[in-house]
């Protein structure tokens, strides 16, 4: 059985010059069991957070985690939790989600935002 998992490409262009939050791949196709990996790359954004969210088709988005390069660990939403779900960063701008043992639930929009100071507002789609 395959999975589909979708990421949105978020860009928003700020006042104080362009901000672009990128997400990659644009969608990933996994069979049950396999181990997702969805990246985000921050931009210019250097010192504020990843924040994870999941919709379904036609539903509200869903809180997954939220991850700050200085933390050991993720801040979960409700319902979402270690080994299932998890984050690293590779740079202070570059994050990934992580999603194990991937199952038909899994199935879903998955994006990424930050919070841009120089604005003083969360950057998303």
Not at 7 to 30: R, Y
Not at 93 to 115: F, Q, R
Request: hydrophobic share 35%.
């Amino acid at each position: 059985m395959l999975i589909k998992l979708c990421l949105l490409i978020t860009a928003c262009t700020c006042v104080s010059g362009a901000v672009v939050v990128t997400q990659n791949p644009p969608v990933l196709t996994l069979s049950k069991g396999q181990m997702a990996t969805l990246d985000c790359n921050l931009a210019t954004i250097t010192n504020s957070a990843a924040r994870w969210y999941k919709q379904i088709h036609g539903g509200v988005p869903q809180f997954v985690l939220y991850f700050h390069h200085s933390n050991t660990s993720p801040t979960y939403g409700s319902g979402y939790s270690s080994p299932k779900f998890n984050s690293n960063h590779k740079t202070k701008s570059d994050y990934s989600l992580i999603i194990s043992n991937v199952d038909v639930d899994d199935s879903a929009v998955y994006y990424c935002k930050t919070w841009d100071s120089s604005v003083s507002e969360y950057v998303s789609q």
